[in-house]
């Protein structure tokens, strides 16, 4: 015999059901960067024009579990969220941390020389140079 969902929770106690449904809506939030696109509707080949990169860029960085801040802020962008980095103590409610996978103009130079492979020219003094 069968017993449905809806039958075994209405035997829980109601703090157990209640924990069930709290967790669930956890588990809900919790998700990837791949199931993050899907939801957004996007393929990896759309996102990774709005990225200005390959779709196996796009891939590579689905599978990481290690990314540079920059990278993760541009692919939120790039699916249409905004990123935020949440620190979280024992003892105290949860803090943005700001300054952190925001852009920054002074970054973008260098991000963009490095995307053709070459660094910024430097003077002798460290300065950027017109190359």
Same mark, same amino acid.
């Given at each position: 015999?069968?017993?449905?969902?809806?039958?075994?929770?209405?035997?829980?106690?109601?703090?157990?059901?209640?924990?069930?449904?709290?967790?669930?809506?956890?588990?809900?939030?919790?998700?990837?960067?791949?199931e993050m696109r899907?939801? /957004?509707?996007?393929?990896?080949?759309?996102?990774?024009?709005?990225?200005?990169?390959?779709?196996?860029?796009?891939?590579?960085?689905?599978?990481?579990?290690?990314?540079?801040?920059?990278?993760?802020?541009?692919?939120?962008e790039g699916v249409?969220?905004?990123?935020?980095?949440?620190?979280?103590?024992?003892?105290?409610?949860?803090?943005?941390?700001?300054?952190?996978?925001?852009?920054?103009?002074?970054?973008?130079? /260098?991000?963009?020389?490095?995307?053709?492979?070459? /660094?910024?020219?430097?003077?002798?003094?460290?300065?950027?140079?017109?190359?």
């Amino acid at each position: 015999m069968t017993v449905s969902l809806e039958e075994v929770l209405n035997q829980m106690p109601e703090e157990e059901r209640a924990e069930v449904f709290r967790r669930a809506d956890e588990i809900r939030q919790e998700i990837n960067l791949r199931e993050m696109r899907r939801l /957004r509707k996007l393929t990896q080949v759309r996102l990774s024009k709005k990225l200005k990169i390959g779709q196996e860029g796009v891939s590579r960085i689905e599978k990481r579990s290690d990314l540079y801040l920059s990278t993760l802020r541009d692919y939120v962008e790039g699916v249409g969220g905004k990123l935020s980095l949440v620190v979280e103590f024992p003892d105290r409610a949860p803090v943005v941390l700001s300054g952190f996978g925001e852009g920054s103009e002074s970054s973008k130079p /260098r991000k963009q020389a490095a995307k053709r492979g070459k /660094r910024p020219a430097r003077s002798k003094a460290g300065r950027r140079v017109a190359a």
